[in-house]
Nanobody
C-alpha cells in the first residue's frame, strides 16, 4: 500500500488549501485515515482523524478551521484548511490504518503560510 499526498504550497495568512491523500495497492477501506504535521525543529503532531469514515477528531489548534473528509471508496482522505496561520506551516503527512492494524504513511507535503 502506498499513500500519495498532494496539495501543499505557499499561502498567505487567512488563506485556504486543500490537501489530498490517495491510497494505491489496496482494494480495502481503511479503519482510520488522518493527517499529522511536523514543523521544523518540532515533533510530529496529530492534526485530524477520520475514524471508520463516520467520526472526525481534531486537534484543538485546528478545530473550527480544518475539516477532514474521505472519498466514497474510503481510500482517499482530504484536509480542507481554512483561516491558515503562520504557525500552521509544516510538512503534512497522511496516515492510514487498516482494520487489521497495519499502519501506512505518505511522503509528506509542505504547507507554508507566509505573507
Amino acid at each position: 500500500v502506498q499513500l500519495q499526498a498532494s496539495g501543499g504550497g505557499l499561502v498567505q495568512p487567512g488563506g485556504s488549501l486543500r490537501l489530498s491523500c490517495a491510497a494505491s495497492g489496496s482494494t480495502s477501506s481503511f479503519y482510520v485515515m488522518g493527517w499529522y504535521r511536523q514543523a521544523p525543529g518540532k515533533q510530529r503532531e496529530l492534526v485530524a482523524l477520520s475514524i471508520s469514515g463516520a467520526t472526525a477528531k481534531y486537534a484543538d489548534y485546528v478545530k473550527g478551521r480544518f475539516t477532514i473528509s474521505r472519498g466514497d471508496a474510503q481510500t482517499t482522505v482530504y484536509l480542507q484548511m481554512n483561516s491558515l496561520k503562520p504557525e500552521d506551516t509544516a510538512v503534512y503527512y497522511c496516515n492510514a490504518v487498516t482494520w487489521g492494524a497495519n499502519d501506512y504513511w505518505g511522503q509528506g507535503t509542505l504547507v507554508t503560510v507566509s505573507s
